[in-house]
C-alpha cells in the first residue's frame, strides 16, 4: 500500500531486530486513527542481508519503505535519517527507533493539529527508566519538514535527538505533548553492546551555525511569542532541580561528608 501525501513519516534505521522491528510498526497500525495518515522508512545496513529478506516477508497495512544503505555504525545514526529524506513524502518525521512501541491511541489526530506550526514536538514515554528525562529533553522528537528544508539535515551528530535539543530548546520551540505516549524500551543486545556516548565529539560549531538559520527564519516576534509559551516548562525544570538539590543538602549521608570536612578543617586551623 503506497500513501500519496502522508501526515507522518516514521524513520526507523535497524540492524538485526527483525522482531522488535515487526512489533514496532504494528504497534503503529493498532493505534492510529487512519492507517494512511503515515509510511514508514526503514533503513537497512546493506550487510544485514538475513534481516532485509525476512522483513520482505512480513505483512503489514501501513505504507512501508525500505533504504538498503552503507553501513555507518552507531556513531553514524544521523546519516541514515539524513540520507532517507529524499525517499520520504509526510509533513512531520518522527525519527524512531525499532525498540519504540506506540501507546497513545490517535496519536495521528493529534499530531494533525500542529499541521501549520513550526515546533518540535516532544512525545512522552510510558518507560519508567525515563520518566524524569523525558521532561526536559526529547528522544524520539517529531520534526516538521521545514527543519530539514532550511539546514538540508536533521542532525549532524550521531545522537540525533541531542542535537535537536540543542538548538530546538534555545529557540523555545519545543512543545511537551503528552497525548503522545510511546514505550521506549532500549533493547540491550548486541546491536547496542559497547556503545557509549561520546558527547566530546559533539559538533557545536555545526550546532551554532543551524541555531542561526532557524533563528533568522523565524523571526523576533515569534521567538519572543515562543518565550513566553515556553516559559511553564522552564519554570516547572527549575523547580525540580531545586527539588533534587534541596533532597541532596537534607541527605544524612550528606550532611556527615560536609560535617566531617569542617571538622577536619577545624583541626588543621
Known sequence: MK????????????????????SSIKSLEQTCNNIDSFEVI????????????????????????????RRYGYYGLHNYINNAFEKSSGEWFWLWNDDIAMVSKNWDLVIHGYRDQFVILNP???????????????????????????????????QYDTYI???????NMVINENR?????????????????????????????????????????????????????????KYLRRRKKHFKRMFNSDYLKSKLSKLIGMTKIK
Not at 13 to 20: E, F, H, I, T, V
Not at 165 to 171: D, F, H, T, W
Not at 191 to 216: R, T
Request: with cysteine.
Open 3 to 22: 500513501t500519496a501525501n502522508p501526515l507522518v513519516t516514521f524513520l526507523i534505521p535497524s540492524r538485526k531486530r527483525l522482531g522488535p522491528l515487526t
Open 42 to 69: 526503514v533503513i537497512f545496513d546493506e550487510d544485514d542481508t538475513s534481516t532485509i529478506n525476512e522483513f520482505k516477508l512480513c505483512d503489514f497495512k501501513c505504507s512501508i519503505k525500505t533504504i538498503v544503505s
Open 124 to 158: 512522552a514515554n510510558s518507560n519508567p527508566a525515563w520518566a524524569n528525562y523525558v521532561k526536559d529533553a526529547t528522544i524520539s522528537p517529531l520534526v516538521p519538514k521545514k527543519w530539514f528544508q532550511l539546514l538540508n539535515r536533521f542532525s549532524a551528530y550521531s
Open 165 to 171: 535539543n540543542s538548538i530546538a530548546y534555545r529557540l
Open 180 to 236: 503522545l505516549v510511546n514505550d521506549h524500551r532500549q533493547l540491550k543486545d548486541e546491536v547496542s553492546s559497547g556503545i557509549s556516548y561520546e558527547h566530546s565529539k559533539f559538533p557545536k560549531y555545526e550546532s551554532d551555525y543551524d541555531y542561526e538559520i532557524l533563528k533568522e527564519c523565524i523571526g523576533h516576534r515569534q521567538l519572543l511569542i515562543n518565550w513566553f509559551l515556553r516559559t511553564p516548562y522552564r519554570s516547572m
